[in-house]
């Protein structure tokens, strides 16, 4: 009977053995199980630390900067509980456990700001082909203002140039005291000056004071009596007449009085209106 005993006994104890060691290698399964957990964890926890710094670059939104850098401390200091449990067995397994459900939170929320950022990178991205169409759209502008404005400016100086007026059949004729033509130079008492200013529809009708310029020999202004601006200067002149242009062509007389002596030589005739010279002549008097 006591060998019996001893046998069920030897028999439990045995079987007591076999079931702590049992429990002790599943144990020991689960501790290396939650190892490997633990190391990708830390892995992922500092990868996704990384994604948060790329998600920080090009970011102007200082309250969305701020919680990107709240959540890459979140998990860089996850990382590190995991890093200390590594030297550390007691409690492992449920620390672990409990790590590994704030990753899928931590996974979830970086999801979101991915979306966020991508979301906000792609508006930056749509706002800036808007502005760059919109300053080529302005710069096309400019560009189209200059050329109208050059071509205004060439199209107002074309204007200009046709609105000139311009005499023709000018005639300088020296008389004597009968009003008939001169033939010697002592007895010229005056010289007419007869043109027409020519047709022309572009130049503005009114009234025009034009003034005639003869000058001796010697390059002096024959009887001066007035002054005009011809290229921004003062100059004298011999005679002055309003005129009324209508556009059409317009006879124009004057006389020029002599008060002193004639020399020999060349006269030269200048006849000037809205500050341009419009024509010429010249007369040789011999003695």
Known sequence: MKKICYLVLALLCVGCNQKVKDQEKELEELRQLAELDRQEMENQYAEYALQYDE??????????????????????ALAQQLKELKASKAGDVAEIRRLKEELAT??????????????????NQTLTSERDEARAQVEQA???????????ASLTEKVAIAAQL???????????????????LKDVVRFAVNFQIAKNVTAAAGNRTVYVRLL?????????????????????????????????ATSVQLYIPVNEPLQAGK?????????????????????
Do not use: W
């Not at 931590?106 to 979301?119: G, K, M, T």
């Not at 560009?143 to 205004?152: C, F, G, V």
């Open 216 to 248: 001796k020999p010697g390059q002096t202004v024959m009887t001066p009596s007035g002054t005009f601006t011809y290229e921004n200067r003062t100059l004298e002149c011999s005679a002055q007449r309003q005129v009324e242009y209508t556009g059409e």
């Open 106 to 123: 931590v996974r979830a929320v970086l999801r979101s700001y991915i979306l966020q950022v991508d979301s906000l990178q792609r508006l």
């Open 166 to 184: 311009d005499a023709t059949g000018i005639s300088l004729t020296p008389l004597k005291k009968n009003g008939k033509q001169a033939k010697k």
């Open 142 to 152: 400019h560009s189209q203002i200059n050329d109208l404005n050059t071509e205004r």
């Open 267 to 287: 006269y030269s005739l200048s006849i000037f209106t809205d500050g341009q010279m419009i024509g010429s002549q010249a007369l040789t008097i011999e003695k």
């Open 55 to 76: 998600l920080k670059k090009g970011i102007q939104d200082d309250s969305l900067l701020q919680r990107l850098n709240a959540e890459q401390q979140r998990a860089e």
